[in-house]
Every structure is written in structure tokens, then in C-alpha cells.
């Protein structure tokens, strides 16, 4: 059917958005862990306002101190990008 179809391509390009952003935090040492969405069957959206300025944490909800240590990660790569298309100075993460 086209529109399973569609949604497996939009599953599949969300996937490899996801795993390019991971993989970008993680050469920036921002990032301490790479998720994989079949292994954290659980996710929270966080919005910081405005279009095109939220993301989403997959995660195991049986583990909270990993939850909040993604979330507190999530929020400090939107300050780091926020800096950067600001004209910032760039961060270290260490702020």
C-alpha cells in the first residue's frame, strides 16, 4: 500500500537523521552513550519552542538515571547549537 510505504521511508530517513546526529555528538565528546530505539522501547519529546526546535528520547523507563542522564544530554547539545547558529563561541560542553 503507498501509504505504508511512505511511512517506511519516513521511519528509515528518521532512523539515519537520528544515527548522523548521534554520531556528529559523539565526535564532539557531548554525547557519552549512543542509544538504539529497539533496545529503549520507551520516548519523551522535549520542546524548546518553536518549529524545528524539539528531540526525542528514546529510552528504558526501567532505568531513570539513564533517562535523565539522555535528557540532561538532549538539553545540552540545544545550547551548544543554539551557540554555534547564534555566532557563539564554540563550547567545549563544559558550561
Same mark, same amino acid.
Given at each position: 500500500?503507498?501509504?505504508?510505504?511512505?511511512?517506511?521511508?519516513?521511519?528509515?530517513?528518521?532512523? =539515519?537523521?537520528?544515527?548522523?546526529?548521534?554520531?556528529?555528538? !559523539?565526535?564532539?565528546?557531548?554525547?557519552?552513550?549512543?542509544? #538504539? *530505539?529497539? %533496545?529503549?522501547?520507551?520516548?519523551?519529546?522535549?520542546?524548546?519552542?518553536?518549529?524545528? =526546535?524539539?528531540?526525542?528520547?528514546?529510552?528504558?523507563?526501567? !532505568?531513570?538515571?539513564?533517562?535523565?542522564?539522555?535528557?540532561? #544530554? *538532549?538539553? %545540552?547539545?540545544?545550547?551548544?547549537?543554539?551557540?554555534?547558529?547564534?555566532?557563539?563561541?564554540?563550547?567545549?560542553?563544559?558550561?
Amino acid at each position: 500500500m503507498p501509504g505504508e510505504e511512505n511511512a517506511v521511508k519516513a521511519l528509515e530517513k528518521e532512523k =539515519k537523521l537520528f544515527e548522523e546526529t548521534q554520531e556528529i555528538a !559523539k565526535r564532539l565528546g557531548i554525547v557519552s552513550t549512543v542509544c #538504539n *530505539v529497539n %533496545e529503549n522501547p520507551d520516548s519523551m519529546e522535549l520542546d524548546f519552542g518553536g518549529p524545528r =526546535k524539539g528531540a526525542k528520547i528514546y529510552f528504558d523507563s526501567s !532505568k531513570p538515571e539513564d533517562a535523565k542522564m539522555r535528557i540532561k #544530554n *538532549v538539553i %545540552e547539545l540545544n545550547k551548544f547549537k543554539d551557540d554555534l547558529l547564534s555566532g557563539g563561541e564554540e563550547s567545549d560542553g563544559s558550561n
